[in-house]
Structure formats: C-alpha cells, structure tokens
C-alpha cells in the first residue's frame, strides 16, 4: 500500500520554533556563541534549508544541549528516548539504531514507516505525553492540512497550466508564497482551496486525506444547490473546507473524503484486513480472524441489515450470557438509526432494518453489562455471520444509554459498539491482550478520543466546576467518530461501501 502517514506524523511532531529554540539551546551549550531561534533559523535559511530539513538531515542526530543524541523537534517526540526504544526492540546497539533510523531518513519518519510495525515507542521530551490540540479546528488542521503535500498539488496546479512556462516543484512553489508574504496554510484558505488542481477539479488538496472537491459536492447534495453555489459561498464566507468541517460539515455529517486510500477486500478466505503500511490505519484494524467482516458477510448489493432483537426473540434465543435481557427502547432506535446515516455517509454502505434475525449483520439489544456501556461480540447462537451489539440497561450506564441522542455519552457508546462492528479495534489492544502482538500502537502521547472513538482516554480535557469532564475542542458534538477512525472505515470500505473501489492512491494521484 502507498498510503503513508509520515506526513501527519511529521505534523504533529515537527514544531519549527520549538526545534529552533532547542537547536540554539545546543549551539550555546557548545559555546558556539550567544545563539537565538531567530538567528538560528536565519543561519539554517542561509544554509538553503527549511528547519525540518535540517532536522531530518543534521539535527536529530546531533547533540542536544543536555548531552543526548538528538535535537527534540516538539516536547512531544524525544529523539534519545526513540532510539533506545529502536535498540530495544533490535536487540542492537545505539550505533546500529542511528544507522537504521539515517536510512530512513530521520525519527519521525522511520516511526511512521518503520518503527510502528516493531512496536518501537515514542516518548514525550517534558512532563505529560498527551499532545493537546486546543480546539476542534487545531486537531482538524494538523490531521488534514499537510504542508508538504499541499505544495506538491499546488506545483503540480501550476506545470499543468505551464504558469509562467516553467516546470514547478513543491521547492519554488514554496519560494513563491513567501516571496508574496504567505504560509502554504494561509494561501490555501485565501486561494488555493478555491483553484482549480492538475485535473481540472476545483480545489488544491491540502493532504492525502481531504478531497476537495468531493467535498463540495457532497455539501451541495446535502443542500440541494449546485456546487459552483457552494464553492462561491465558501469564498465569499471566507471559509476554507476544513474550517468549514471544523464548525458545520461534522455536524451536518459531511465526511473529508481521503484520496490516498487503497480500499480493502476481504470476500476471500481471510478475514483479517492486510496491514496498509499506515500507522492511523493499522493501529485500528481487527485482527481476528474470526472475525464477521462486513466485506465478507454482506451481499453484494451493498445492504447491511440491521436488526433490533424483539422481547419474544429474547426470550426463545438467549443472544448472550448477561442478566436482564431486553428490547431496545424507541430512544435508542433512533440513536442506532442516526449512527447507521453517519456511517453511510462515511463508508457509503446502505444499512437496512430488518425483522428477520437470520437476514441481519448487526443485532441490537440491551443487557446488564456491569462496568461495559457496551460490548460487541462476532455470532448469533449458530449464526456465525454476524455481529452483536449490546448496550448496558443496569450498571453505571444505565442512564447514558437511556437517550443517546448526537453529542452524548450514550451515543458515544453506541458509535464506539458499531466501529467494532464494521471492523475497528482498540488502539490499545497490545497493551490489553498479550494474544495481539501483530497489533499496532500509535504513540500514547495522541491515543485519545481527539484521534478516535476507539480509545479509552479522554485526551484533552478539563474539569468543570461541578467536578464533570469536558472535552473543550469537541463542543456541539463531543462524542463522535474523529478523523482516524474515518481514515481506516474508508481503508476497509472506500467511499463506495462493501468491497468498494473507490478511490485512488496519493502515488496515483501526483503521477
């Protein structure tokens, strides 16, 4: 698979003036003279180098101001402590370490490409190893905006109109933008966003994982209008896509549709998905092959039936083996029947009620479930090709599921239940069950809900003055799926549903 996620890595864990501060701070260690980010950056400009540049080719391999090997790029990634993890898990010096991550390239991008697939781990420079994204937009920003990519569709824009009769690349296109007083984001949100790319679609795309003018479309479906309406409402609003998700899209149930996906089919013998060589994907994918696939157990016309088990089914099938079996209430229908429209729009699955329990995927009841909201499970009595999906009627639960209306625990739960449905598993599996050790880890420093439904943790939170949680970058709408849960629903099923084909890979789309 092409699709890579070194790039959001990059990211999330390259903060240019905190790699510039600390690169001064070893500079005057050294006594190399008075040294400050600034002169830093100047010195590394006159050297014909962009910071990460230099990261990647000098810094992360020198010495820091403590004595360590390796100029930490954010407090969220230490060099030192990465290649000792990579020795580690080699059984190899801290020599033989540096050498493998030299060969490709630099820490940041051996993890994403290398270092995930041996469970090497990444640690945080300072105290506290979650990374904070203050808002919704900060979290959307760094996962969708990828400078790197945007300037290398942005060149490509330009060679394809032959712009002033010369060949861009991702290099001059930079030059130019800050020749003209622009970050690459800045011209994406006043321009870029609204152009016309290489193949004559409307709209640079600013990473792998956002195609824009399939977001347009899917906005002016949802409105009735016509795409050039919307494209003009968006300029004339002075609203880019993203931020456009950030505050409206997500809550209409708009998906960022990715265009470096290579769609996943599991129709054959195996259930368990093939690993996509992307570290966001494969951290989240089943590994069981026992696992009921929806690529496997729904018919080829793209339905997946639902059903919600009767009182007298209960009663005669005994599903599972919890006290105080029960119907689902008309509230929670409602919450499942809304969780089934948000997949469709991302999956593009077509999710059926049925009445009849041997013509269904999904099963739906509640139960006593104890300290579980929820709990998701492969088999129906003798019924292997389905899954079933409880939630808790009793426990500390109980009133959460009651009504799980878009934005509340309960609803949380029941989208949580459903990515195990179709095909999702913990981020934390390894850490969990031993029997998982193909399993992937993302770092735990982004581990949280920001990132995925899947996780336990909170992320980033504060307490309330009455004591409760909250989540301040998911305001209207806290509980729901995150960009890397949308990431690996589109790997298993394309936009197109079961065994979809949709989509093209980052490779295909800048030959």
Not at 450 to 457: F, K, V, W
Request: hydrophobic fraction near 35%; charge should be negative; aromatic fraction near 12%.
């Amino acid at each position: 698979m092409s699709t890579s996620s070194a790039p959001f890595f990059q990211n999330l864990y390259f903060d240019e003036n905190y790699y510039l501060t600390e690169k001064a701070k070893a500079l005057n260690a050294n006594g190399e003279g008075e040294w400050t980010a600034a002169t830093t950056a100047q010195a590394i400009a006159d050297a014909h180098m962009t910071p990460w540049e230099h990261f990647s080719r000098f810094g992360a391999f020198e010495q820091n101001a403590n004595g360590a090997i390796g100029i930490n790029p954010s407090p969220f990634f230490s060099v030192s402590d990465y290649l000792s993890s990579v020795a580690y898990v080699n059984y190899s010096s801290l020599t033989a370490a540096i050498n493998e991550v030299r060969e490709a390239g630099d820490p940041i991008t051996h993890y994403a490409t290398k270092g995930y697939i041996k469970n090497c781990t990444v640690s945080s420079v300072e105290e506290g190893d979650m990374v904070v994204f203050p808002t919704r937009h900060d979290l959307n920003k760094t996962f969708y905006f990828n400078e790197g990519q945007y300037l290398e569709n942005k060149a490509a824009a330009l060679s394809s109109i032959n712009f002033q009769g010369q060949s861009w690349t991702a290099e001059s296109t930079a030059k130019a933008l800050a020749n003209a007083g622009m970050t690459a984001w800045e011209h994406f949100v006043r321009f870029g966003a609204f152009e016309q790319d290489a193949f004559g679609d409307i709209g640079i795309d600013p990473s792998q994982y956002f195609d824009i003018s399939r977001y347009y479309s899917d906005k002016a479906d949802l409105i009735g209008s016509s795409v050039e309406d919307v494209i003009e409402a968006f300029h004339a609003a002075h609203l880019d896509p993203i931020s456009h998700y950030t505050h409206y899209g997500f809550l209409e149930q708009l998906t960022p549709r990715a265009t470096g996906l290579d769609p996943i089919y599991m129709q054959n013998e195996s259930n368990v998905p093939p690993r996509s060589g992307d570290a966001l994907i494969d951290s989240l994918l089943i590994r069981e092959d026992t696992w009921a696939s929806m690529n496997r157990i729904a018919g080829d016309d793209n339905i997946v039936h639902y059903h919600f088990l009767s009182k007298e089914e209960i009663a005669t099938e005994v599903p599972i083996d919890y006290p105080n079996e029960t119907p689902m209430t008309e509230a929670q229908i409602r919450g499942f029947e809304q969780a089934f429209e948000v997949l469709a729009k991302m999956t593009g699955i077509s999710f059926e009620e049925t009445s009849r329990t041997d013509n269904a995927q999904i099963i739906c009841m509640n139960a006593n479930l104890g300290i579980s909201s929820g709990i998701t499970y492969t088999g129906f009595g003798t019924k292997e090709d389905a899954v079933i999906v409880a939630l808790d009627n009793t426990g500390s639960s109980k009133d959460a599921n009651a009504n799980p209306v878009f934005g509340t625990p309960g609803f949380e739960t029941i989208c949580h239940e459903l990515g195990h449905a179709l095909g999702l598993e913990h981020p934390f599996a390894k850490q969990m069950d031993a029997d998982h050790m193909e399993h992937t880890n993302i770092p735990k420093s982004i581990e949280t809900k920001a990132m995925t439904i899947m996780s336990y943790e909170e992320g980033n939170s504060t307490s309330a003055s009455d004591g409760t949680i909250v989540a301040p970058w998911c305001e209207n709408g806290t509980f729901y799926y995150s960009p890397q849960d949308i990431l690996a629903l589109q790997y298993l099923y394309g936009t197109d549903g079961i065994n979809g084909s949709e989509g093209v890979t980052y490779d295909d789309v800048l030959a």
